[in-house]
């Protein structure tokens, strides 16, 4: 059997020139090549079309994530090729991998077996060098809070209140915490700092949210960087670095336009972590491809809980874009897994398992259809060791629930696989017209919002938050932050704040331990539980087993 990356460089790719002209009528002068196969689309075009009626937008999320592993970003993959063999235009929009995970333990995220984006090694690695882009501005910003504070200090900065961390695209827990400005008066002032993954800097969060080259700027004006003495907020614009940092970010913010196995139109673009962001791609991706094709698959990170409900809360609520078709993906093996089976003989046939395991995907389930009021699609990615038994126990758990069950093979049959999940899919996109509801209002107290999203999604009994914390919460609310969105930071692995916490847990206590102001990207984030926005790499990491060999990189997947 191929790996993933033996069947990505098999891939009999077509000029990205030409896929950008034929599947999508852009002229060639709007099209910025890297190499052959790799594209920017210039933004001046991507104005052009907004007189342009959108197309249907179609979410792809997940049940809780297992270490059996769900197949999400395969079935979006999947599900775009499906559409397209089934005679629709259809493109995909896709978040750009991080190098961390790439070479931690997660790995790549480009799709897999038949259902990939190419070229594959590219998109894992450097890409087009958003991600540097991104790191630069936030590092540059960073050097100039330091240098202003060297050169006398005028905005008084409190130099223990600094927000501004520095950012990697690499997973090195060595960073987490550290001392800057040793070695002496020219070095400036030594200060406790540490570096974040650039996936968790505001500026990716800010790139994926904004809609214009003059939102982007505006934005990153906006980001606080540190308080005074008195506790005044410090932004960027009042350090002049919003300028320069926008220089470095405008040819990134052009999307990036790559092709699957089946020489299908994506977009690939940004890249925010889905713990402590909102974990989508960039706005103008997903809105420029609503432009472009009759139906964008498209995909929230982690599962519906964390993705989703970021893409809708968040996302949605800042760009208007409304999915018509919300299409949720998981195992058999993955229900198991929630059921309490052991990872070892997961394989095996275990009814009690799945039985027990299927609260997972009936929370998400009730939680797309019920709580945000959108037509619900499940995807049953399918592979060898499941049985009759239990695709027909998950068909009529779905049942009850008045949810359609598709059985998907495009990992190891491409969009063929996936053709009777495209059809229902538009089924559903052109005869549902259910309204969306958000979890809570714009109105709704931070504190209120937090509690939503916990008590109608997590199923928690409460919400509590030490002293200090809840006055930071009622702080930022005095201060007109209030209408801002909340974006949850906690463990992907359970609807609770324990990992370990399988299944569908209610009545459980959600603890705001910190809170952050994401002023540039106008959301509050509030951290639940122990989340690292440095990442570590594992005991035997994946890029043990990366290289170059003859010509080939050989060991990425």
């Known amino acids: 059997m191929l790996s993933d990356i033996e069947i990505a460089q098999q891939a009999k790719m077509l000029k990205i020139a030409d896929i950008a002209q034929n599947s999508l009528g852009i002229p060639e002068d709007e099209i910025e090549s890297f190499g052959k196969f790799k594209a920017k689309i210039s933004l001046s075009y991507l104005n052009s079309l907004k007189s342009k009626k959108d197309g249907k937008l179609i979410l792809v999320t997940a049940v809780s994530p297992t270490p059996a592993g769900e197949g999400k970003t395969t079935t979006t993959v999947g599900l775009g090729d499906g559409l397209n063999y089934i005679g629709k235009k259809a493109m995909i929009c896709l978040r750009e991998p991080s190098l961390g995970p790439v070479f931690g333990i997660k790995g790549g995220a480009a799709g897999g077996g038949l259902a990939q984006i190419v070229p594959m090694e590219d998109i894992n690695l450097h890409f087009t060098g958003d991600f540097s882009a991104i790191a630069l501005a936030h590092n540059l910003l960073a050097a100039m809070i330091d240098n202003h504070i060297h050169h006398g200090n005028a905005l008084g900065i409190d130099v223990r209140r600094i927000q501004w961390k520095r950012v990697v695209d690499m997973n090195d827990r060595a960073l987490r915490s550290l001392t800057v400005g040793l070695g002496g008066a020219p070095n400036g002032y030594p200060r406790q700092d540490g570096f974040d993954i650039v996936v968790a800097s505001e500026v990716m969060a ?117 999915p018509s078709v919300v299409v949720i993906v998981a195992t058999v093996k993955a229900m198991k897994y929630h059921g309490g089976k052991d990872l070892a003989n997961i394989n095996e046939e275990d009814i009690s398992a799945l039985d027990l395991g299927l609260v997972n995907l009936e929370r998400h389930v009730q939680n797309i259809t019920q709580i945000y009021n959108l037509p619900c699609i499940v995807s049953i990615n399918q592979f060898t060791s499941d ?171």
């Open 206 to 322: 800010i790139f994926c949210l904004a809609n214009s080259i003059e939102d982007l700027k505006k934005r990153l004006g906006e980001i606080v960087v540190a308080y005074t003495h008195d506790q005044k907020p410090v932004l960027a614009k009042d350090l002049k670095a919003h300028g320069a940092m926008t220089v470095l970010l405008k040819d990134a913010l052009a999307p990036n336009l790559v092709q699957t196995l089946e020489n299908n139109p994506a977009f690939v673009h940004g890249g925010p972590f889905a713990n402590i962001a909102h974990g989508c791609n960039s706005v103008i991706a997903t809105q420029a491809a609503l432009k472009m094709a009759d139906y964008v698959v498209t995909e929230a990170g982690f599962g519906a809980d964390l993705g989703a409900e970021k893409f809708i809360d968040i996302k949605c609520r800042k760009s208007g874009l409304i």
């Open 387 to 557: 049985t009759p038994a239990e695709i027909e126990l998950i068909e009529n758990r779905m049942k009850q629930l008045g949810v359609k069950v598709v059985l998907a093979s495009h990992w190891a049959q491409g969009g063929k696989g996936a053709a009777d999940l495209a059809k229902l899919v538009v089924d559903l996109c052109e005869t549902d017209s259910q309204q969306m509801i958000y979890v809570y209002e714009d109105e709704d107290t931070l504190w209120e919002k937090i509690n939503k999203i916990a008590k109608k999604v997590y199923r928690a009994s409460e919400v509590n938050a030490d002293r200090a914390v809840k006055a930071q919460i009622d702080r930022l609310q005095e201060q007109g932050y209030g209408h801002y969105p909340v974006c949850v930071a906690k463990t992907q692995s359970s609807f609770s704040t324990d990992p370990k916490s399988r299944g569908a847990p209610d009545n459980h206590v959600i603890t705001v331990r910190e809170v952050r102001l994401a002023a540039g990207a106008e959301f509050i984030v509030m951290v639940c539980g122990d989340i690292m926005t440095m990442p570590g790499l594992p005991k035997a990491p994946s890029a043990e087993k990366i290289d170059y060999v003859d010509g080939r990189v050989v060991g990425l997947f």
